[in-house]
């Protein structure tokens, strides 16, 4: 029985891997290209906004790692074991969750510190919302209509009617407005979690040194 528990584990990983890395490769981009665009001095040239629009274009990936907690509904419902569960599944999905959201955190920082760099200071509290609420319709998107961020350059006709018009009913403007919210709030408790963290690390850097 433990060994047809172990391989059935085994198999429910293997699958899920699968899409795991690929989805914290996707998520990991917008953190990338944050710091190029954010982290380095530079002038704007086409470039950079360019670099920008894909930065907006890529970032939704990251909290969209949230919603595959479906994922693990569906697998705690294919694994019978409790303790498989607790000490295996659970514990994989968090770390993957957990490294997306976190990826979503430390890119809106990076552009929080670009803002205070240029002396718009007022202006990261106005983004930091903006962006949930574009990340907020992008999740809805990828969740549910199963567009991805190329498709802007794919099939921007597509995105324009179907995505639009979508987001024109009651149920899609709910769904977004607590994805919205659920966004802000998570941000606001990992924000600040992430900047203690960093803040704490340098000050003992400064103390041994």
Not at 23 to 52: C, D, E, M, Q, Y
Request: aromatic share 16%; proline share 3%; net charge positive.
């Amino acid at each position: 029985m433990p060994e047809k528990l172990i391989v059935n584990i085994l198999q429910v990983l293997s699958i899920n891997m699968r899409w795991m890395t690929w989805n914290l490769f996707l998520a990991f981009i917008p953190v990338v290209l944050s710091i190029w665009l954010f982290r380095h001095k530079k002038g704007r040239s086409w470039v950079w906004w360019l670099g920008f629009l894909v930065f907006y274009a890529f970032l939704p990936n990251a909290p969209y790692l949230l919603t595959d907690i479906i994922h693990l509904i569906h697998d705690i419902r294919t694994i019978q074991s409790v303790w498989m569960i607790i000490l295996v599944l659970i514990p994989v999905y968090f770390v993957v969750i957990f490294a997306g959201f976190e990826a979503y955190v430390i890119s809106l920082i990076n552009l929080g510190y670009y803002l205070h760099r240029v002396g718009k200071s007022q202006w990261i509290l106005g983004m930091e919302l903006i962006t949930h609420a574009l990340c907020a319709v992008g999740v809805y998107w990828g969740r549910f209509l199963r567009f991805n961020s190329w498709d802007f350059v794919t099939q921007p006709d597509a995105l324009l009617t179907k995505g639009v018009e979508e987001l024109l009913g009651k149920q899609p403007l709910f769904i977004v407005f607590i994805t919205f919210v659920l966004l802000s709030v998570l941000h606001w408790l990992m924000k600040r979690v992430t900047l203690g963290f960093v803040n704490q690390r340098n000050s003992r850097v400064e103390i041994t040194s």
